[in-house]
């Protein structure tokens, strides 16, 4: 399970280092063919948009990259710090399963629709990360709130 865990971890890093290198490439070219040519490619905003949307929900499905607010962890001692963490941990569960579906529900709608993103790419194909995004960080969740309630090494 360890050389899975790993493997998946080499690969979600090689994903972000392309998607990050892409963008920059690809935004250092947009630029340097409008200051210098007078020309641009009319669809790589909306493309550039996507993927920086893609970036960020890749970054956010790490483990510990997301944004927490722990104000009141701040002030818990002791065995409740063990209770509070689980609680954090279930709550989060239960906001991104529901993000989750919610989704789900927003790229089923934008496929009925059959609205293009930028070239011949529809919008819910961009969505797609929306889903697996939330989908992900809700089993990372889980996998903390199991760790904290078995009291397995976090």
Not at 34 to 44: M, Q, T, V, Y
Not at 89 to 95: C, D, H, Q
């Amino acid at each position: 399970m360890s050389r899975l865990v790993k493997g998946y971890a080499a690969l979600e890093d090689g994903v972000l280092m392309l998607i990050f290198a892409s963008t920059l490439g690809l935004a250092v070219m947009q630029i340097l063919l409008r200051n210098f040519f007078d020309i641009g490619l009319i669809w790589l905003e909306s493309y550039l948009r996507m993927q920086v949307l893609w970036l960020a929900m890749l970054v956010a499905t790490r483990e510990g990259e997301h944004i927490r607010i722990d104000l009141l962890a701040r002030f818990i001692q002791g065995k409740l710090i063990r209770y509070f963490d689980g609680a954090v941990a279930g709550f989060s569960v239960l906001v991104c399963g529901a993000a989750t579906y919610a989704c789900i529900t927003l790229v089923q709608f934008e496929m009925e629709d059959n609205l293009m993103a930028f070239g011949p790419v529809p919008i819910w194909m961009c969505q797609l990360i929306l889903p697996f995004g939330f989908g992900v960080m809700t089993l990372r969740f889980a996998e903390r709130a199991r760790r904290v309630i078995f009291k397995v090494a976090l």
